[in-house]
């Protein structure tokens, strides 16, 4: 998903910053309240504690790999430049 997101910032042209921010934001992992709802109404909530746990490890590592591609792209904005 974030890979989509960098890509319409790209086509619309979007300043660095917030491309960098939407990007980010994008590779965030899932809500937890997924799984306070699925408790709620006592229905997935296995499912979701694992789809909770699975995108955080994700998040992880995409999140870094973004990051440093991002920086090594946008550099200036990482450094307050212009």
Not at 14 to 41: D, G, Q, R
Not at 57 to 70: E, N, P, Q, T, Y
């Amino acid at each position: 998903m974030p890979a989509v997101v960098f890509l319409i910032g790209l086509a619309l042209e979007m300043a660095p910053f917030y491309l960098i921010a939407a990007t980010i934001c994008a590779s965030v992992p899932t809500a937890k309240n997924v799984f306070f709802l699925a408790s709620e109404y006592q229905v997935g909530e296995k499912s979701a504690a694992a789809m909770i746990s699975a995108t955080t490890i994700g998040a992880i590592v995409s999140m870094s790999l973004w990051l440093l591609f991002l920086a090594a792209l946008y550099l200036s904005v990482f450094h307050g430049t212009s």
